[in-house]
């Protein structure tokens, strides 16, 4: 007895799937759709790219400040090496200075990291890079031997004079007892107008480099860097989060979290960005929660958008 | 009360600004937002392409 062979292939079953087609039949072409495909929309990105691409602004360094105002890199190295900076004063993670941290009622959420990123700004900002160069300033010695109520003196004076001096420019402020400061901020100035500031302060030793926080602390410690972002609309309290800069369009989907930020009682207070964030995450789960809410799962049914849209359907119904 | 801020800061376009009272929107986000406000007022009303030959 023999047994007839299984087939392995459906064209031989007696299924609709093995019927020969009996409808109209047409040409396609799958390598040229594929070349049209792939050169129109290359060409497409092509050209959309040359025509709205985002603006590509030069980067702010510590070179352009340096080289742009001088006076206020001087006045802003000073207030790090006296400690009273923005940086300085900001609290976790950087710091642990009291009451900086921003608080929810009773909840620091700030100081919940604790102090992960140490920086200490006359170290790390002056002293640091200056110790780098082949000679290394003689004030240095002065600096590290003193006490820190002897820095404070220094830093305060050399800042007051900076302050009342013509043009707040530091050669003409007159003699006084600064101590090493004006040195010490003499050479981290030239050494930022060379350009050797930044990648001291950035990259550390390394090759590559990822981590520009250094460099932007300093830089947003100065009046300089947030003055250029003043005059493009980008910071907080001109909705700066949502705009780019010049007339490029920017994350205008971000429009309710920047709108918190201009209204009371967020816009005045020290707590602003962890209220704004708690706001967002209660209105996140409003809306995410939305079926299961009593009278706002019911929106649709008094607003009837739908019922626009699918007009003719419910015409017909 | 509307205000047309422009800026110079010696930095290239600053851009143009309107503002009304503490609302202060860019020249580009307004354009998208009305764009995007017009788009969905002509996907209300422009009726489904097909739906007439439809039975």
């Known amino acids: 007895m023999t047994k007839s062979p299984v087939s392995t292939s459906w064209r031989t079953r007696d299924d609709i799937a093995s019927r020969p087609w009996g409808g109209t039949l047409r040409e396609y072409d799958l390598f040229k759709e594929l070349v049209v495909g792939v050169v129109v929309v290359g060409l497409l990105v092509l050209g959309l790219s040359a025509v709205f691409s985002s603006p590509d602004d030069p980067s702010v360094t510590l070179k352009s400040w340096a080289q742009a105002q001088p006076a206020d890199f001087v006045a802003t190295a000073t207030a790090e090496l006296g400690g009273t900076s923005g940086t300085a004063g900001y609290g976790p993670p950087y710091n642990s200075t009291p009451d900086a941290s921003q608080k929810l009622g009773p909840i620091d959420l700030q100081s919940l990291s604790g102090v992960r990123l140490p920086i200490d700004t006359a170290t790390d900002f002056v002293i640091s890079p200056l110790q780098t160069l082949p000679t290394a300033p003689a004030a240095i010695d002065e600096w590290t031997k003193a006490s820190d109520a002897q820095h404070a003196a220094w830093t305060t004076a050399y800042a007051d004079a900076l302050g009342k001096a013509p043009d707040n420019d530091p050669a003409k402020v007159p003699p006084g007892d600064y101590g090493p400061v004006p040195a010490l901020t003499g050479a981290l100035l030239a050494m930022a107008q060379q350009g050797t500031l930044d990648p001291v302060l950035s990259a550390k030793g390394s090759f590559y480099n990822t981590d520009y926080k250094a460099s932007i602390l300093f830089l947003g410690d100065g009046s300089y860097f947030p003055g250029l972002a003043d005059a493009q609309h980008l910071t907080g309290d001109q909705w700066g989060m949502m705009n780019e800069t010049g007339n490029y369009p920017g994350q205008s989907w971000l429009w309710l979290f920047s709108a918190l930020y201009q209204v009371e009682p967020f816009k005045s207070s020290p707590n602003a960005d962890v209220l704004v964030v708690f706001s967002m995450v209660i209105l996140t789960l409003l809306l995410t929660l939305v079926p299961f809410i009593p009278g706002l799962r019911s929106l649709p049914r008094r607003i009837p958008v739908h019922r626009l849209i699918w007009r003719d359907y419910y015409k017909h119904r | ?55």
């Open chain 2, 1 to 55: 009360m509307l205000g047309i801020q422009q800026t110079d800061a010696g930095m290239p376009d600053p851009g143009i600004y309107f503002q009304w009272g503490d609302f202060l929107i860019q020249f580009g986000n307004l354009v998208v937002i009305a764009t995007m406000v017009v788009l969905f007022i002509l996907a209300l009303v422009i009726p489904f392409p097909g739906r007439r030959s439809r039975k």
